[in-house]
């Protein structure tokens, strides 16, 4: 059986730092790409970042560039997410997903539904 588990999460204010991790176990996930995701109350999931297996090529979204870092690493089947600066827009629940990665060199998927397992989330609020 397939698990992610989110981990990091929490209460920090405007301006500070948080990395959240995301530990995949249940097979073997060479190849897969893996991503973060967030939805805050009274919205959609939306995209923040995600990372390729092979080339480690990544995407962000624009309201997290420059802020949020996204790596991985293969041999622990997790990823991480490095968020500094963060603002009172960046509070929601945090996910990370995983799917198969595409055999072209192209950037990762953005599109949820293209994401086949998730974990449960992690929450993140950050207080002015």
């Known amino acids: 059986q397939i698990q992610l588990v989110e981990s990091g999460g929490g209460l920090v204010q405007v301006g500070g730092s948080l990395t959240l991790s995301c530990a995949a176990s249940g097979r073997t996930f060479s190849g897969y790409d893996m991503g973060w995701f967030r939805q805050a109350p009274g919205k959609e999931r939306e995209f923040v970042a995600a990372i390729r297996y092979i080339g480690g090529r990544t995407n962000y979204a624009d309201s997290v560039k420059g802020r949020f870092t996204i790596s991985r690493d293969n041999a622990k089947n997790s990823v991480y997410l490095q968020m500094n600066s963060l603002k009172p827009g960046d509070t929601a629940v945090y996910y990370c997903?995983?799917?198969?990665?595409?055999?072209?060199?192209?950037?990762?998927?953005?599109?949820?539904?293209?994401?086949?397992?998730w974990g449960q989330g992690t929450q993140v609020t950050v207080s002015s």
């Open positions: 997903a995983i799917k198969r990665g595409s055999p072209f060199n192209v950037a990762p998927a953005v599109d949820p539904v293209e994401y086949e397992y």
